[in-house]
């Protein structure tokens, strides 16, 4: 991918915005590597290649996660409203909409 996650010249970035772009594009990166292990076990007929790719999509998701962590740690708001979405029951929209409301 290269330098392709800034869309302003970087020179003119803060170091903590750049970090957040490559934060932003290690998530994309990852949630791009779970989707292509689903696809592959979704064909995949040997047990043991398919045990192997269930294990390596593991791993892919605690990437995932700690990325997806650190981002939140940067940004508060994104966090608030996350807490009324994530790990929550009942309606998905509606949760969102709570979240929304909360940090408006």
Same mark, same amino acid.
Request: charged letters at 30%.
């Given at each position: 991918m290269g330098f392709d996650q800034y869309h302003?010249?970087?020179?003119?970035?803060s170091q903590e915005v750049r970090?957040?772009?490559?934060?932003?594009? +290690?998530?994309?990166?990852?949630?791009?590597?779970? +989707?292509?292990?689903e696809q592959?076990? +979704?064909?995949?007929?040997?047990p043991q290649a398919?045990?192997?790719?269930?294990?390596?999509?593991?791993e892919e998701?605690?990437?995932f996660g700690v990325d997806l962590e650190f981002l939140l740690r940067q940004k508060e708001d994104w966090r608030a409203e996350?807490?009324?979405?994530?790990?929550?029951?009942?309606?998905?929209?509606?949760?969102?909409?709570r979240g929304e409301k909360k940090v408006d």
């Open positions: 302003e010249p970087p020179e003119e970035l970090t957040f772009a490559r934060m932003i594009t +290690s998530l994309i990166e990852e949630a791009e590597a779970i +989707s292509w292990y592959r076990m +979704s064909v995949e007929k040997d398919r045990a192997i790719m269930e294990n390596a999509q593991g998701f605690k990437h996350l807490k009324e979405i994530l790990f929550t029951t009942g309606d998905i929209v509606k949760a969102g909409e």
